[in-house]
């Protein structure tokens, strides 16, 4: 029992040793640290079982995941945080210097970061009608029809498929003014000179378009499962009232879908706010940043100008208002939805 | 012959109206097939064009034009340079190597790390200073909303630090953390359906906790384990944002090998088909052959 304890302080103070390392003993880097880490980690869940008994059994369930969770997040984000108020670019000699709230101010003055935001607001306002789409094929799926399985398989494939295969399969091929079938399309339908990334309303459409149709799978199958948990006796029940299948729709299965509803949606709303790849390999932001996410403009800021201070700043600012937001945004779904249960 | 029974006037109204249903609902289903294929299928298609084919825009094979191997050989993957020497294909099966790695071990490492979080979770009270069991799942499940931008700047330094940057470990510890929150999620639905009394039968019969949990609940979940392995998978292999920022040479991942040739190679359309379609294939055999399993793992989440 003594034995364990014995052990975890042991290696506890290894991991303290190796701190210390990087002065004096020369390491060539950290890892030394890392491993102590682990082997901290299942000291603490072998002392658990040990001292505790049946208790740290349970305990050591969790704990991993836990003690996982916390190295990869906790800690890089409190990094994160004090890298976030140095001017530290990655090309530069000079290295890291702190330079207290120039970063904010920098940022409150950057055109283009308020831009990706704006362009945030309107890609996730696009996710409403993803969402009626994705509503109307679920309820098709639904309903009496023949080769389910193959439309099923059919429909799931575009959410398999990766974002940046998409993004050259649709974005760059397909799309290509020239000689892409969908410009050949554009062009029989009356349009004479298709140019899909050239004006930034048809861009930023276009990368709706395309990271619709990756997504919509995913929320119209969520939404299958909820009309498939419906108990078939509502809609006879209904069907004897006499409601016809438009009023049935809104009166018994739209309610009845709503708890699905929200979730499909707060979740459709967090893949969204991470959305980048596409943009990243089809337009990289332009016509003048109109299809900038921030993902993708912070990832610019990375890659093209190593402004690895600035651009930590940014993504934490961003982080604090997805916080917000969603905060506000699962409140409210809650108060919504509470009365009609 | 006579008739008996004839359709009365609403009868055939009602009749037209049925059928007109049927044709609009057929009709909305293959349209919408329609769109989820066609971008497959050109890309599958295009990988056998030669350059007069794709500036045409011949669409069917045999018919509009005949196909080649052209884009199969720039990649080695050809009948007639499949035996040769290839520095392209040694590059490709490098990188899929990776993709495969990476994503084989990480959804591993979240299934393994997940279900034993998620069952801890379902079945006993934690508290962990003022953190009780509800809290500490929000903790895991609130992973999700982070960005990964957010994440990627501190880990391109930390990795440096680590000398973790560009190998496949940081990849996987990167990816596993991606994905824990999803399969803790779908693992803790699964268990929750699980009764108790199955493990409380086991306990008097004399297994302990992990006893319990290995030989009776483990089978039991096992279908719910391999949705969320499925989906871990789609997930990792797609993923392109941290694998562009944290590798370079090594530990490159296919999607940025695809991402890389997208500039080099810009107008080489029956390459880049070859390899974008080399890609996706394992994605699209997977959903084919799996599909049941991708759908059980997204609606767990859906349906209380």
Redesign the interface.
Known sequence: MWGAFGLLMLVALLQALDAADRIDMGFTSWRPTLYAYATWGAGLCWGQIILKGEQGKRLVFVLPAALFTVAMVIFPLIFGLTIAFTDWNLASISGRKFNGLDNVRQMWADPFYWNALLNMVWYTLAILVEYAIAFGLALLLNSQIRARKFFRVAFLLPLMLSPVAVSWMIGKSMLEPRFGPLARLARELGWDNPSFFGSPEIARFMIMAMDAWTFIPFMMIMILAGLQAIPKELHEAAKVDGASPWKSFWEVTFPLMLPVSITAILIRIIFKLKLADIIINVTSGGPGGATDSVTSFIFREYRDRSNVGYGTLLAMVYLVLIVIAMTILMKAADRWMRPRY | MTQIFHDSEADRSFRAKWWLGRGA??G??IL??L??????Y??IT?SFKMAPD????N?VPWVDYTPKWLGWRSLGLSPDTIGAESTVRAEFLKRFLNSTIVALSASTLAVV??S??A???SR?S?R?GPMRNND?SF??LS????????????????YK????LDTRIGLI??Y??TV?PIV?WIMRDQFASIPTELEEAALVDGL???GA?LTIILPIALPGMVAAFILSL?LT??E??FA??LTSTNAVT???M??SQ?GSQGIN?WA??AL?FA??LP??V???AL?RY??KG??A????
């Open positions: 609902t057929y909305v289903l919408w097939a769109i989820c294929l066609f971008p497959i050109w890309t295009t794709v500036m045409r825009g669409m790390l997940g034993l979080a069952y801890g979770l006993f934690y962990f500490i903790f895991f992973q999700l909303i982070l960005p990964p931008v957010v994440l990627a700047l501190p880990f391109l330094v930390l630090e680590l000398a973790l510890l990167l596993t953390l824990l803790i302990g906790i992990w949990f789609v292999w797609n392109y944002f562009a920022l296919l999607p940025v695809v991402a997208t359309w880049m088909a974008s890609a996706i994605l699209i997977i959903a084919i599909e991708i759908i997204m609606a989440g859906a349906v209380k």
